[in-house]
């Protein structure tokens, strides 16, 4: 038994995901006028996408900020979206923005121009509209809490839940982790000897707060134990037989 397929879009948009990123990062790296900090626990974002940074007074970014002759030097800001539970290549995302600064009361406020996303499917050029507009996914900034909650309590339903991955996508595994959740679905990192891929299984309706998600996997778990036990997981489990 494979994962199944909807009508609807089961995964997040490109601009949903990158403004996902923003609300879940701790940390940024930003770099202007020949400057490179970074900071923790320092941006928060504008409901049009613009960045705010709380910066030190002696910082160099603002006094370049300052100091530009035209009042609003050129930077780019990184996040970096990391995996709250443990797995290889744990950097599920990077997030770059380019743009304009300007200071406002001791804040720096990025005024973005261009918004690049990269995944392991690839990097894409978010439009600029559709991030102005796009709202996090409603999950975003519990998502932590919740895989790790997932991972360290409920180890046996991770399993239960490769259920649900086609015998292909199991072959050669060692271990399988969450990797992430979102409204429309959880993506399983499946780790081999040699390499990892990750496996996507969507919910059946998309998920607007955590009394909807935990509905949606006990739906997925549901489906998991009416489920054949994969082939590749029971050697594993029997011992190599």
Do not use: K, N
């Not at 918004?115 to 900034?141: E, K, N, W």
């Not at 009394?211 to 029971?234: F, I, M, N, Q, W």
């Amino acid at each position: 038994m494979g994962v199944e397929s909807y009508g609807w879009t089961a995964a997040p948009g490109a601009a949903e995901r990158a403004r996902s990123v923003l609300a879940g990062a701790w940390s940024c790296a930003v770099t202007a006028e020949g400057v490179r900090e970074e900071f923790v626990g320092a941006h928060s974002v504008t409901g049009d996408g613009r960045v705010l940074l709380d910066v030190p007074e002696d910082s160099a970014l603002l006094a370049a900020a300052v100091c530009a002759p035209r009042g609003e030097p050129s930077a780019v800001l990184e996040f970096a979206d990391v995996a709250p539970v443990p797995v290889r290549d744990r950097i599920r995302a990077r997030l770059w923005l380019a743009g304009w600064f300007s200071a406002r009361d001791g804040r720096l406020a990025l005024r973005p121009t261009r918004v690049v996303l990269r995944q392991r499917s690839g990097a894409a050029l978010v439009d600029l509209d559709d991030f102005a507009g796009a709202a996090p996914d409603p999950l975003a900034t519990a998502e932590a809490r919740l895989l790790t909650h997932l991972a360290d309590c409920h180890a046996d339903a991770v399993e239960r839940l490769t259920r649900l991955v086609g015998h292909a996508g199991l072959h050669g595994a060692v271990r399988v982790q969450p990797l992430a959740v979102d409204r429309h679905g959880l993506t399983l990192r499946i780790e081999r000897v040699r390499g990892c891929g990750d496996v996507r299984l969507p919910f059946h309706a998309p998920a607007d707060d955590v009394a909807e998600l935990t509905e949606r996997v006990h739906a997925l778990l549901s489906r998991a134990g009416a489920a054949s036990c994969p082939r590749a997981l029971r050697r594993r489990t029997d011992g190599g037989r």
